[in-house]
């Protein structure tokens, strides 16, 4: 068996088992064992599956055919047709190992914990969650564009299907909105894929920046230019950064919090996904680097001035995540290898986190059924346990040490400072303060505040598995923020193949 | 008046602008802090503009300060224009797009 093909079955598993649920719907005991077992599986291929590629239909390009290449004439060998990849092509190296690993581990814990907090789970729920998981495995994979657009589009589906199946208050109001912002991005992420296509003759990244290199198309045309223009369009809808950071947050705050935790590590990861194929494809072009950090600067203010005036505790997680893509965007912008392994860092990081807080605040919806802040309070003496596991997350977040995203909002900052531009680390820190005064506001009225006398407490006790998941998420920001090396070394070679 | 009475009445005019619910101190202490990290980001930002000219920075700086002390309060009307209709996305989805397109396109063919 060729183990490479261990990568397929990365994005082939959850799809299958997806599938399979969905036709088991109301059959609860099946669905719990099929879903927990998917769930446990889906983090473990990763770490199982060695570095390579992977050719679909066994389409491999001539160069690394050498049956096929023996005796073929100068003709084709000489050009590109014998680099040329015929197929789609899924790339696993560390970076994607670590990142295909963590986003299966949230999965896991975002379906542990919707098994045990729903009576009778649905299995079209479960098939949401793997498919948008599934999807984003290929987009971190997946060196074909064309490939990533397909799989952009289920994600941006099931993570509708996500919001849908919440049963919140306007979910399906956010849902259709946005959907609706999608069929203006969407088409015109296609319409760059399309251009790229028409000039380049490929959608294989590897042969379009092959293409670039050896002079076959200007890549200062005009054309190529609105190509990069609207694909950066298409980024910033699917990683929900300005314009889409309202509606991002929007549906944080419609998904049920496991849905929630889920939708914002797709978000996380097919940014930086999407961010490394704008890299490798337009780095060349310094301009690229300058409208990244724009744009993340202006999420970073966006989101996190936004966050500070809301008054309902799931909106404001949804923009603090919004405010943290920034970070990851300002480490990608940067350009240097140091920088783009900060990003990196903080994007594992940052799907860590924010699972844990939506995870830890799904608990106060849980015992409340409410996420309004004005309506909330004393809910320290409910459960003093969750509130520290929540009160832990909220410092990870904020970057204070020893816990993980203090390391990669340090690397960012002094990455920032190396590329000579001393102001963004100025703005991160800031920044960073103000997401822990944000974080502290929402804590205090949620949980230290007297409790208001029309609160209602329910009487359903939180899950042993969701306390098991946040302790356990905990642990990784800990291992993280104490031995970074164990994330930095992985995603190092992706960042300096990038430079 | 006084530089104190400006800042007072600057603060008055953030808590009758921060929403139509019932004003507390959080939402008055929280929209207060959200209008100075915007006003200091912004401008902790346009220094990059000295990678460019030091003296377009200095008017640019100037010009932000001018703009941000005419428009405060200000985070009150980035909040209504921030909401969730969806008439306002779409705008600013549109706005984003021509401004994307242009930079990319005649910035780098005129720069």
Not at chain 1, 415 to 423: C, R, T
Request: charged share 10%; net charge positive.
């Amino acid at each position: 068996m060729d183990t490479n093909a261990l990568i397929a079955v990365m994005v082939a598993l959850p799809i299958a088992s997806a599938l399979f649920l969905n036709l088991l719907d109301k059959k609860d005991r099946t669905i719990k064992i099929l879903a927990i077992i998917t769930a446990i599986v889906i983090p473990i291929i990763p770490l199982l599956t060695p570095y390579g590629s992977h050719f679909f239909g066994g389409y491999v390009p001539l160069a690394q055919n050498a049956t096929l290449a023996q005796g073929l004439p100068s003709l084709i060998t000489g050009t590109q047709l014998f680099q040329f990849h015929p197929g789609i092509m899924y790339v696993f190296t560390s970076a994607q190992q670590l990142m295909v690993f963590v986003l299966g581990l949230i999965t896991f814990f975002a379906i542990f914990t919707f098994l045990n907090e729903t009576k009778r789970p649905s299995g079209v729920y479960a098939f949401l969650m793997f498919m948008g998981t599934a999807s984003v495995s290929a987009i971190l994979l997946s060196d074909d564009i064309f490939n990533i657009f397909v799989f952009f589009e289920i994600a941006a589906l099931a993570q509708v299907g996500i919001i849908v199946a919440s049963g919140i208050k306007n979910n399906y109001e956010t849902a259709l909105k946005y959907i609706l912002l999608g069929n203006i991005a969407g088409p015109l992420l296609l319409l760059g894929i399309v251009i790229l296509l028409g000039v380049t003759g490929n959608v294989n990244v590897t042969d379009m920046i092959f293409t670039f290199k050896q002079g076959y198309v200007d890549p200062n045309s005009p054309v190529i230019l609105m190509s990069l223009a609207l694909i950066t369009f298409g980024w910033l809808y699917a990683s929900g950064l300005p314009p889409f950071h309202t509606i991002k947050s929007a549906v944080y705050s419609k998904a049920l919090p496991h849905g929630a935790a889920l939708l914002q590590a797709f978000s996380v990861f097919t940014l930086v996904a999407i961010g490394i194929i704008i890299l490798r494809l337009f780095s060349y072009n310094p301009f690229t680097n300058i409208a990244i950090i724009g744009i993340s600067v202006i999420a970073m203010i966006l989101g996190i001035t936004m966050a500070i005036v809301q008054t309902d505790y799931k909106r404001i997680l949804g923009y603090l995540a919004v405010g943290e893509l920034g970070y990851i965007g300002i480490g990608l912008g940067l350009g240097t290898a140091f920088g783009i392994t900060a990003g990196l860092f903080q994007a594992v990081n940052e799907a860590i986190i924010t699972s844990f807080l939506f995870i830890g605040f799904g608990t106060v919806l849980y015992k409340t059924r409410t996420s309004n802040t004005r309506k909330l309070g004393g809910m320290m003496y409910v459960n003093p346990r969750v509130a520290l596991l929540v009160l832990l997350a909220g410092l990870a977040m904020a970057g204070v040490p020893p816990l993980n995203a203090f390391q990669s909002k340090l690397m960012l900052i002094q990455a920032a400072i190396q590329s000579g531009l001393p102001e963004l680390g100025i703005i991160m820190i800031l920044l960073s303060i103000v997401t822990f005064m944000t974080f502290m506001k929402a804590f205090y009225t949620i949980y230290m505040r007297p409790k208001p006398k029309e609160l209602e407490i329910l009487d359903n006790k939180i899950p042993r598995s969701t306390v098991i998941s946040l302790v356990a998420l905990l642990i990784i920001c800990i291992i993280l923020g104490l031995f970074p090396q164990i994330a930095t070394n992985s995603l190092q070679t992706l960042a300096v193949g990038l430079v | 008046m006084s530089f104190y009475d400006i800042i007072l009445k600057r603060i008055r005019k953030i808590q009758e602008k921060a929403e139509e619910e019932p004003i507390t101190n959080v939402t008055a202490s929280a929209m207060l802090t959200a209008e100075l990290t915007l006003i200091i980001s912004v401008l902790v930002a346009v220094v990059m503009v000295r990678l460019i000219h030091p003296v377009l920075m200095i008017i640019m700086i100037a010009a932000v300060l001018v703009i941000a002390l005419m428009a405060m309060p200000i985070m009150p009307r980035l909040r209504r224009e921030q909401n969730d209709d969806l008439n306002n996305m779409m705008f600013y989805v549109v706005v984003a797009l021509g401004i994307i397109v242009a930079l990319f396109y005649w910035g780098n063919l005129n720069v």
